[in-house]
């Protein structure tokens, strides 16, 4: 079974600071995408990586993507207010046969001033 | 552009009850995907149409949930016999159907069952 884990599952940051959410999953994939949820919304696609070392970045947020540590990361750079949400990683299973995504749980970051 | 819509927004149901939601996605999308979202979790799949056939349905949780997409637009996601633990928000996605495509969220039915 697919499993896809997000730490930590709750970040508090103050503004300004740098910090990275960190995204493992179980099986061979090279497709990894990266959501946002702001409360009581739905989910924004913010990067989709496709192969391995692939690095996308906007504005303040970078993902990267390591196929062979099956591992992800979201960085964050100078936190804003304005980046606070849940933030959610989610595998394509199958080889990217279908399409249907494996979610983590969500890192529900907070940023204070 | 129009983006994915779902209504209605908010469904409350006496537990038995029948209910169904409906999904309009993005035009000209090929795939279509239904997600439950329990509260402080990630969406879980449910099930995947490409056009109007349904090609997998692994993840309904069982038989009192069917899903249709008879013209290969619109959808509903139908609970039959409902119980409390159908509490979730029931999200709908659609892509242009590119094994790589990203999938584009609509604003999701939030679902009670009292």
């Known amino acids: 079974e697919l499993k896809v884990e997000q730490n930590p599952l709750f970040l508090s940051m103050q503004e300004g600071k740098n910090y990275t959410i960190y995204c493992n999953y179980s099986?061979?994939?090279?497709?990894l995408y990266w959501y946002r949820q702001d409360p009581g919304k739905s989910l924004e696609s913010l990067f989709v990586?496709?192969?391995?070392?692939a690095v996308k970045q906007e504005g303040r947020l970078m993902a990267s993507l390591d196929t062979k540590a099956r591992l992800s990361t979201l960085h964050i750079t100078a936190a804003v207010h304005d980046l606070s949400a849940t933030y959610f990683c989610?595998?394509?299973?199958?080889?990217?046969?279908?399409?249907?995504?494996?979610f983590g749980k969500g890192t529900k970051l907070s940023v204070k001033p | 552009g129009a983006g994915v819509s779902q209504s209605p927004r908010y469904k409350v149901a006496k537990r038995g009850q029948d209910v169904a939601l409906r999904c309009d996605p993005i035009?000209?999308?090929?795939?279509l995907f239904w997600y439950q979202q329990a509260l402080g979790q990630g969406p879980e799949f449910l099930t995947y149409?490409?056009?109007?056939?349904?090609?997998?349905k692994s993840g309904l949780p069982s038989d009192r949930f069917f899903a249709e997409r008879p013209e290969g637009s619109v959808s509903t996601l139908k609970i039959q016999r409902t119980q409390q633990e159908d509490s979730a928000v029931y999200l709908c996605?659609?892509?242009?159907?590119?094994?790589?495509?990203?999938?584009?969220f609509g604003p999701g039915t939030r679902l009670t069952v009292l």
């Open positions: 996605a659609s892509s242009l159907g590119g094994v790589t495509d990203t999938q584009y």
């Open positions: 099986t061979t994939s090279d497709r």
């Open positions: 990586l496709l192969s391995n070392g």
């Open positions: 989610a595998v394509d299973p199958d080889g990217g046969s279908q399409g249907n995504l494996i």
């Open positions: 035009s000209g999308h090929v795939s």
């Open positions: 149409f490409q056009n109007e056939a349904q090609l997998d």
